[in-house]
T-cell receptor
């Protein structure tokens, strides 16, 4: 089934540990995005990529890094997790300038 | 950066009622989308509507880009319409920003 796959579904992580959230799409979309969703704050853009080989900072990029080595994969890395990074993380993709399609999210708890 | 404001923040309806949700944005945009987040947390794209009017069943949306707002209409609401509705705007090299959402509760 075409779509976006995020892994893991949920994770509990000790503060200071490194973590990579995975995102893969099979729709050959040019653009990919990472958002975090916190209660009462909607979705906030962390990083995005318009095409393979390029990435851009969003609204809340600090503490996160991304890479876009190919069209399908867009991993999000927390180099040293902190409790304020506890959130639900959504990956999305779109044909450039087109409708966004979302994965089912990763629930991350940093203790 | 661009500001996206949605109203009302919360809305409670009886089943069968109609409603209008609003999205205002502070700058020119190159696209606008509406989403529904269901109680299980899934985000579903309802409309891709940078301008004009579209309809899909009981839902319709209108974007007036020159006046920097969009409206989502829900007619004959059903309990399955409950959830959070988000608008998102695209600007500045494909950056997509979301509003804080409208939480809709439809009572039977």
């Amino acid at each position: 089934i075409a779509g976006i796959t995020q892994a893991p579904t949920s994770q509990i992580l000790a503060a200071g540990r490194r973590m990579t959230l995975r995102c893969t799409q099979d729709m050959r979309h040019n653009a990919m995005y990472w958002y975090r969703q916190d209660l009462g704050l909607g979705l906030r853009l962390i990083h995005y990529s318009n095409t393979a080989g390029t990435t851009s900072k969003g609204e809340v990029p600090d503490g996160y890094s991304v890479s876009r080595a190919n069209t399908d994969d867009f991993p999000l890395t927390l180099a040293s997790a902190v409790p304020s990074q506890t959130s639900v993380y959504f990956c999305a993709s779109s044909p450039r300038g087109g409708p966004l399609h979302f994965g089912n999210g990763t629930r991350l708890t940093v203790t | 950066g661009i500001q996206v404001e949605q109203s009302p923040p919360d809305l409670i309806l009886q089943e069968g009622a109609n409603s209008t949700l609003r999205c205002n944005f502070s700058d020119s945009v190159n696209n606008l989308q509406w989403f529904h987040q269901n109680p299980w947390g899934q985000l579903i794209n309802l409309f891709y509507i940078p301008s004009g009017t579209k309809q899909n069943g009981r839902l319709s949306a209108t974007t007036v880009a020159t006046e920097r707002y969009s409206l989502l209409y829900i007619s004959s609401s059903q309990t399955t319409d409950s959830g959070v509705y988000f608008c998102a705007v695209g600007y500045n090299n494909n950056d997509m920003r979301f509003g804080a959402g409208t939480r809709l509760t439809v009572k039977p």
